[in-house]
C-alpha cells in the first residue's frame, strides 16, 4: 500500500518539502585533470569525491506533466514502506478507467435537506445522559423576587411611557393633502396688493 504519493507540485515550497520526503542519496563526482610536460606530453589525473544530494531535486516536481485520464495518466514517486522504499512510476490512462466503476444510477448525486433543523444534533436525554455517566441538568424555577424584577415583554419601558404622556405639539394639527396648518389653508397664497406710486411735484421753472 502507498503510504505517500509526490505527483506535479508547482509552488516552490512545497517542492522542497517533497525532495526532503524522499531523503538524500550519495554519490561520487569524479573530476579529471590535465596537468601539461616536458616535450609537449600531457598528464591527466582523475580525483573521485563523494557528495551528498538529494534523490529528486524540488524543481523536478514541477516538470511532471498534469495528472489525467486521457495522454497523461498519474506519474509521480511513490514513497512505499521499507523494504520497498520510493520510486517513479507512472499510471497509465487504461489502468485508470479500469479501476473507476460505473456511477450507481439509483444514488442521487445530491439530496437537499428537506427540514433545516436536521443538520443540528438534539440534546441529550437524561437517559441518554445517564448511560454515558454525564451529569444531570437541574434546571431551577425562577423565584417570586425575580419574577417582579424581570419585565414583561409587553410592558413599556419609561421612555416609551414619557413619549405617550408628552402633550401634541402645536404644529401637531396638519393635514398634508389639504394644506391645512392648524386650521389656516396654505393651499392658496395670500393675495397682495401693490402699493401706489407716489406722485412727483413738478419742478419750479426758473
Not at 497523461?72 to 507512472?90: D, H, L, Q, R, S
Not at 441538568?137 to 424584577?149: G, L, R, T
Not at 389656516?184 to 419742478?203: A, G, I, L
Request: some cysteine; charged content about 30%.
Amino acid at each position: 500500500m502507498c503510504s505517500k504519493w509526490l505527483g506535479k507540485i508547482d509552488s516552490d515550497v512545497t517542492q522542497l518539502w517533497a525532495s526532503n520526503q524522499l531523503g538524500t542519496k550519495e554519490i561520487v563526482d569524479p573530476t579529471k585533470s590535465v596537468q601539461n610536460g616536458g616535450m609537449g606530453n600531457q598528464k591527466t589525473s582523475t580525483q573521485y569525491q563523494s557528495k551528498i544530494v538529494p534523490v529528486v531535486l524540488p524543481s523536478e516536481f514541477g516538470t511532471f506533466p498534469r495528472a489525467d485520464f486521457t495522454v497523461n495518466g498519474i506519474k509521480g514517486w511513490y514513497v512505499m514502506p521499507n523494504p520497498i522504499g520510493a520510486y517513479e512510476y507512472t499510471i497509465a490512462p487504461h489502468d485508470l478507467t479500469a479501476r473507476i466503476p460505473e456511477p450507481d444510477l439509483s444514488i442521487v448525486d445530491f439530496d437537499p435537506i428537506t427540514d433545516p433543523m436536521a443538520q443540528y444534533l438534539s440534546d441529550w436525554t437524561p437517559e441518554e445522559r445517564e448511560y454515558l455517566g454525564l451529569p444531570k441538568i437541574e434546571v431551577e424555577a425562577p423565584s417570586h423576587e425575580e419574577e417582579k424584577d424581570t419585565p414583561h415583554e409587553d410592558a413599556a419601558t419609561p421612555k416609551e411611557e414619557k413619549e405617550a404622556s408628552r402633550e401634541p405639539e402645536p404644529w401637531a394639527d396638519v393635514d398634508l393633502e389639504k394644506n391645512v396648518i392648524n386650521g389656516v389653508d396654505f393651499s392658496h397664497p395670500p393675495e397682495t396688493k401693490e402699493r401706489p406710486k407716489p406722485k412727483r411735484k413738478p419742478r419750479n421753472k426758473m
